[in-house]
T-cell receptor, first 110, second 114 residues
C-alpha cells in the first residue's frame, strides 16, 4: 500500500503562509492526494484533494510535484484557528485503504 | 443538517462489559466507517460498510463487531471490553466516488475501559 511521510510538527506565525510537505514516493497512477485536518477535540475535516494539477479552494491550495511523488498543502495566511494536525492521505478508490498516518501538528504563534 | 452524529460522547466501562456506539448520518451516504485514534497514533480503520446490510473488516477489527441495518446508521459493538480498547472512536461517512470521496467525520466518542 502506498504510504505518505510527513514531518511530525511545524510552526508558523500568524498571518504568514505555511507550506506543509508530504512525500508519497510509491504513489500509483490512480491515487488521489487528499488532505484533512483535525482541530483539537474534533473529528478530521476534509481540506482539499487533487490528482495531478494544482488545486485551490477557499481553505487552501494543493501543489503537486510533476512526478507526483510529493505534494505541499499551502495555507496562504495562517490564523490561530489553523492550529491542527494535518493529514496527507492517498485515495485510490479502495474503501479500506484510506490510511491516516500521524500527520503534521501545526502550531501557529500570534 | 446535523451531518454525522455519534452517541455517546463519553463512556467509562469496566473490563468485560459490553456496549454499542451509535453513528447516524443524515446525508444519505452509502459508505460508513469506524476509526479509532490512540495518543501519538493516527486514525486506524476498524470496520467499514459500503451499503445497507454490508460490513467489512478494516485494519484493526479484532474485538469489535458492527452492523448496518439501516443506511443512515452504523453501530460499533464491543462484546467484552478490554483496557486496550480505551481510545477515541470516530465515525465517518462518504459517497462512493472512485478516489474523490470526501469523508465527513463525527465529533468522536471517548471510551475508557478500566
Amino acid at each position: 500500500d502506498a504510504k505518505t511521510t510527513q514531518p511530525n510538527s511545524m510552526e508558523s506565525n500568524e498571518e504568514e503562509p505555511v507550506h506543509l510537505p508530504c512525500n508519497h514516493s510509491t504513489i500509483s497512477g490512480t491515487d488521489y492526494i487528499h488532505w484533512y485536518r483535525q482541530l483539537p477535540s474534533q473529528g478530521p475535516e476534509y481540506v482539499i484533494h487533487g490528482l495531478t494539477s494544482n488545486v485551490n479552494n477557499r481553505m487552501a491550495s494543493l501543489a503537486i510535484a510533476e512526478d507526483r511523488k510529493s505534494s505541499t498543502l499551502i495555507l496562504h495566511r495562517a490564523t490561530l484557528r489553523d492550529a491542527a494536525v494535518y493529514y496527507c492521505i492517498l485515495n485510490g478508490g479502495a474503501t479500506n485503504k484510506l490510511i491516516f498516518g500521524t500527520g503534521t501538528l501545526l502550531a501557529v504563534q500570534p | 443538517n446535523a451531518g454525522v452524529t455519534q452517541t455517546p460522547k463519553f463512556r467509562v466501562l469496566k473490563t468485560g462489559q459490553s456496549m454499542t456506539l451509535l453513528c447516524a448520518q443524515d446525508m444519505n451516504h452509502e459508505y460508513m466507517y469506524w476509526y479509532r485514534q490512540d495518543p501519538g497514533m493516527g486514525l486506524r480503520l476498524i470496520h467499514y460498510s459500503v451499503g445497507e446490510g454490508t460490513t467489512a473488516k478494516g485494519e484493526v477489527p479484532d474485538g469489535y463487531n458492527v452492523s448496518r441495518l439501516k443506511k443512515q446508521n452504523f453501530l460499533l459493538g464491543l462484546e467484552s471490553a478490554a483496557p486496550s480498547q480505551t481510545s477515541v472512536y470516530f465515525c465517518a461517512s462518504s459517497y462512493p466516488d472512485r478516489g474523490h470521496e470526501k469523508l465527513f467525520f463525527g465529533s468522536g466518542t471517548q471510551l475508557s475501559v478500566l
